[in-house]
């Protein structure tokens, strides 16, 4: 047993050995290859790596009474230590995950429910695509204005229409009101977002085998049955990317809280990148603002990665077992 | 089992007819093959039976029940996919139950009649794997499987070899055939394969353009073409179809090619079909087994040139271009002939074809 293992570990280590010495043998007996990419390279280097340095080593400094960086002063961790014992952070991130989870799941329901009523042959499917389409083409400032209106408390059409009948005796201050104010905002992004898990639904329910409904039907399953034995599993795939994108872009919202309130009142509709510009660019605590940022940056790689690897090892025993 | 009857069964598209007034019986335990062309209307007919689409008109039985207005689930039919549509996320064992699942039936019997079909079909070993850890003819066994868990009246079957390499067809070609016969099953299977049809059913419908052209054993269809269509259709290589004129002096009838001047006489019989013809002209047919290739003229005889000679070992085929037409002809593979050689063909009386030049069909005597 013992001499079989020996006998497999000791090439695979040598293999290993072998092929590292090749990369580097391999990168200058292809110099002009690397060279051909170096530019690119460059680029990259400068408008990813560098910022990303950039931002890291703010975080370790004070904004002068100045206010030029080039003056900053050194602080050690206490930007992190502000932050994380920072209550508007505790409340910001409550309120971040909240976005984004109520954002991420209803965008994917309501997308999911359109791809399916869009995926039956009716008349009037294409003009009502393209209706389902706006809200992903639009831009998300113009809609966030648009919606502003839709609350506002004086002029809003919804407040006069819950008044008109009779659901409400007054209009509701959607916008101006703590309780109310990030479910209102989250309708917006749902209403934004959930053409584009639309879309991305109704390209997967094209792959789904017009001949499996077909044998599932003979078999004697109903629609709902259908539905879940053979549509639900050819989903999973585009599913899972779908969420993720959405999920990714929900933490990194900005338009439309900045744009419809700006994070207020008090902080009750601010989420982390809103909050962060506001540190950033409104109170010009720079070094605060960038140890929020890195602390972001490691949440989300940390998120980033598990999720990818649930993902692909999803794929791996997909196509392995 | 049971019997199945459609009546008059219409299925169009506006003006286009996939279905045109078809009309037949499948009898208890038969076998019937629905062969044609692409687009013939088969698996049309095939869906229409299964329930999976609406009919435009007519009637469809199965056993003693119209079900023209049922769903498929209703039918106590079970179908075979060309693609076999297993569910790829599920087990096989899952797969077969499936059905039985979806009719609500105990765990323990859905668990005992799984394996039973199972040990049937020789797949046992194969329970919990996934459809995409099988071979194709792993997979076809499933699906067959899957179709008999659920002992259904009818078993429908859409082009169910046509995805496996030809080796595999045939020897699975032999296990459907052995399926039917030891459940005794009534099953209708559509297939573009007329070889198929003729090596495995009792019957065969043989459909174009909607329309059922012929309705009867393999064995007869290929004696007794109805149309020109039928006959250039079943057989391999297909019957030789040549079209040519009448000619009668006296009480003498034969055939005259337009293009080359030549006369075939006709026997008494032949003569009295050739009469029959409803513009003077007729076509015809000759299958490759019945013709005679000679090197000199002979009575009885017509001229041809060599096109092509196609040895496949134990029989050597000849096409030979006799009055414009291409005519196949079998010969023994001793025999040796060049391309563009000058032979005269000789026709078997007893076992020629004559359709009508204007309406393609087969005609009678007088």
Redesign the interface.
């Given at each position: 047993m013992s001499i079989a293992t020996g006998r497999a570990t000791a090439p695979l280590a040598a293999g290993t050995t072998r092929k590292r010495a090749g990369i580097l043998s391999r990168i200058i007996a292809h110099r002009t290859d690397y060279l051909y990419v170096l530019p690119a390279l460059i680029v990259m280097l400068v408008v990813i790596a560098f910022p990303i340095y950039y931002t890291i080593e703010l975080s370790f400094f004070r904004t002068p009474p100045n206010l030029q960086m080039r003056d900053k002063i050194w602080t050690g961790l206490s930007n992190y230590s502000t932050v994380l014992n920072s209550s508007v952070f505790h409340e910001v991130t409550i309120q971040t995950i909240i976005w984004t989870i109520a954002s991420t799941v209803f965008a994917f329901l309501l997308g999911l429910g359109a791809a399916l009523a869009l995926h039956r042959e009716f008349a009037g499917r294409g003009l009502l695509r393209a209706l389902l389409l706006i809200p992903y083409v639009i831009s998300a400032v113009a809609a966030s204005y648009v919606w502003k209106w839709l609350y506002h408390s004086d002029f809003g059409v919804i407040g006069a229409i819950s008044v008109a009948l009779g659901i409400t005796d007054e209009p509701i201050n959607f916008l101006d009101n703590r309780q109310t104010v990030l479910a209102s905002l989250i309708v917006v992004n749902i209403w934004k977002e959930f053409s584009f898990a639309m879309v991305m639904l109704m390209a997967g329910l094209q792959t789904v085998?017009d001949?499996?409904h077909?044998?599932?039907?003979?078999?004697?399953?109903n629609t709902w049955?259908r539905f879940w034995?053979?549509t639900v599993?050819?989903l999973k795939g585009v599913s899972m990317v779908t969420i993720l994108l959405l999920m990714v872009a929900n933490f990194n919202s900005f338009i439309i809280p900045f744009v419809m309130t700006g994070g207020g009142p008090a902080d009750a509709s601010h989420i982390w990148i809103t909050h962060i510009y506001q540190l950033a660019f409104g109170r010009q605590q720079w070094g605060v603002a960038s140890a929020y940022a890195v602390i972001l940056f490691i949440v989300m790689m940390t998120f980033g990665y598990f999720y990818v690897k649930a993902l692909t090892r999803g794929d791996e025993t997909r196509a392995g077992? | 089992m049971a019997e199945v009857v459609l009546k008059d069964v219409v299925k169009n598209y506006g003006n286009v007819y996939a279905v045109n007034n078809v009309s037949f019986t499948v009898e208890h335990g038969e076998f019937v093959a629905l062969v044609g062309p692409s687009g013939c209307g088969k698996t049309t007919t095939l869906n229409l039976i299964a329930g999976l689409i609406p009919m435009s008109g007519g009637d469809i039985a199965i056993g003693d029940r119209i079900v023209n207005d049922l769903d498929p689930k209703d039918r106590d039919i079970a179908m075979v996919f060309q693609n076999y549509a297993l569910y790829p996320n599920k087990s096989v064992f899952k797969n077969l139950a499936f059905p039985l699942q979806m009719r609500k039936l105990p765990k323990e019997e859905i668990a005992r009649k799984v394996n039973d079909a199972a040990k049937l079909l020789d797949i046992t070993h194969l329970l919990d794997r996934k459809p995409r850890e099988l071979s194709g003819g792993q997979q076809q066994r499933v699906a067959l499987g899957r179709a008999l868990v659920r002992d259904p009246a009818v078993f429908l079957m859409d082009e169910p070899l046509s995805n496996l390499d030809a080796k595999l067809r045939v020897q699975m070609r032999s296990e459907i055939k052995r399926f039917h016969h030891n459940l005794n099953a009534t099953v209708v299977y559509v297939t573009h394969d007329q070889l198929e049809a003729v090596t495995m059913a009792d019957k065969m419908a043989v459909m174009n353009g909607g329309l059922l052209q012929q309705y009867d054993s393999p064995a007869n269809v290929f004696a007794h073409p109805v149309n020109t269509f039928v006959a250039s259709f079943v057989g391999s290589p297909a019957m030789s179809l040549i079209p040519l004129d009448v000619a009668t002096q006296g009480t003498e009838t034969s055939l005259r090619s337009p293009e080359e001047g030549w006369e075939l006489p006709l026997s008494p019989m032949n003569a009295r079909k050739a009469n029959a013809s409803s513009n003077g002209k007729v076509v015809l047919g000759a299958r490759h087994s019945t013709l005679k290739l000679h090197r000199q003229a002979v009575p009885g005889a017509v001229p041809g040139k060599v096109y092509t000679v196609e040895p496949t070992g134990d029989v050597t085929f000849a096409q030979v271009f006799i009055s414009g037409a291409v005519v196949n002809i079998s010969l023994d593979p001793s025999v040796v002939i060049a391309p563009d050689e000058k032979v005269w063909v000789e026709f078997d009386q007893e076992r020629m074809h004559l359709f009508d030049g204007q309406t393609t069909m087969a005609l009678q005597a007088a």
């Amino acid at each position: 047993m013992s001499i079989a293992t020996g006998r497999a570990t000791a090439p695979l280590a040598a293999g290993t050995t072998r092929k590292r010495a090749g990369i580097l043998s391999r990168i200058i007996a292809h110099r002009t290859d690397y060279l051909y990419v170096l530019p690119a390279l460059i680029v990259m280097l400068v408008v990813i790596a560098f910022p990303i340095y950039y931002t890291i080593e703010l975080s370790f400094f004070r904004t002068p009474p100045n206010l030029q960086m080039r003056d900053k002063i050194w602080t050690g961790l206490s930007n992190y230590s502000t932050v994380l014992n920072s209550s508007v952070f505790h409340e910001v991130t409550i309120q971040t995950i909240i976005w984004t989870i109520a954002s991420t799941v209803f965008a994917f329901l309501l997308g999911l429910g359109a791809a399916l009523a869009l995926h039956r042959e009716f008349a009037g499917r294409g003009l009502l695509r393209a209706l389902l389409l706006i809200p992903y083409v639009i831009s998300a400032v113009a809609a966030s204005y648009v919606w502003k209106w839709l609350y506002h408390s004086d002029f809003g059409v919804i407040g006069a229409i819950s008044v008109a009948l009779g659901i409400t005796d007054e209009p509701i201050n959607f916008l101006d009101n703590r309780q109310t104010v990030l479910a209102s905002l989250i309708v917006v992004n749902i209403w934004k977002e959930f053409s584009f898990a639309m879309v991305m639904l109704m390209a997967g329910l094209q792959t789904v085998p017009d001949q499996l409904h077909r044998a599932a039907q003979v078999d004697g399953a109903n629609t709902w049955d259908r539905f879940w034995h053979v549509t639900v599993p050819h989903l999973k795939g585009v599913s899972m990317v779908t969420i993720l994108l959405l999920m990714v872009a929900n933490f990194n919202s900005f338009i439309i809280p900045f744009v419809m309130t700006g994070g207020g009142p008090a902080d009750a509709s601010h989420i982390w990148i809103t909050h962060i510009y506001q540190l950033a660019f409104g109170r010009q605590q720079w070094g605060v603002a960038s140890a929020y940022a890195v602390i972001l940056f490691i949440v989300m790689m940390t998120f980033g990665y598990f999720y990818v690897k649930a993902l692909t090892r999803g794929d791996e025993t997909r196509a392995g077992d | 089992m049971a019997e199945v009857v459609l009546k008059d069964v219409v299925k169009n598209y506006g003006n286009v007819y996939a279905v045109n007034n078809v009309s037949f019986t499948v009898e208890h335990g038969e076998f019937v093959a629905l062969v044609g062309p692409s687009g013939c209307g088969k698996t049309t007919t095939l869906n229409l039976i299964a329930g999976l689409i609406p009919m435009s008109g007519g009637d469809i039985a199965i056993g003693d029940r119209i079900v023209n207005d049922l769903d498929p689930k209703d039918r106590d039919i079970a179908m075979v996919f060309q693609n076999y549509a297993l569910y790829p996320n599920k087990s096989v064992f899952k797969n077969l139950a499936f059905p039985l699942q979806m009719r609500k039936l105990p765990k323990e019997e859905i668990a005992r009649k799984v394996n039973d079909a199972a040990k049937l079909l020789d797949i046992t070993h194969l329970l919990d794997r996934k459809p995409r850890e099988l071979s194709g003819g792993q997979q076809q066994r499933v699906a067959l499987g899957r179709a008999l868990v659920r002992d259904p009246a009818v078993f429908l079957m859409d082009e169910p070899l046509s995805n496996l390499d030809a080796k595999l067809r045939v020897q699975m070609r032999s296990e459907i055939k052995r399926f039917h016969h030891n459940l005794n099953a009534t099953v209708v299977y559509v297939t573009h394969d007329q070889l198929e049809a003729v090596t495995m059913a009792d019957k065969m419908a043989v459909m174009n353009g909607g329309l059922l052209q012929q309705y009867d054993s393999p064995a007869n269809v290929f004696a007794h073409p109805v149309n020109t269509f039928v006959a250039s259709f079943v057989g391999s290589p297909a019957m030789s179809l040549i079209p040519l004129d009448v000619a009668t002096q006296g009480t003498e009838t034969s055939l005259r090619s337009p293009e080359e001047g030549w006369e075939l006489p006709l026997s008494p019989m032949n003569a009295r079909k050739a009469n029959a013809s409803s513009n003077g002209k007729v076509v015809l047919g000759a299958r490759h087994s019945t013709l005679k290739l000679h090197r000199q003229a002979v009575p009885g005889a017509v001229p041809g040139k060599v096109y092509t000679v196609e040895p496949t070992g134990d029989v050597t085929f000849a096409q030979v271009f006799i009055s414009g037409a291409v005519v196949n002809i079998s010969l023994d593979p001793s025999v040796v002939i060049a391309p563009d050689e000058k032979v005269w063909v000789e026709f078997d009386q007893e076992r020629m074809h004559l359709f009508d030049g204007q309406t393609t069909m087969a005609l009678q005597a007088a």
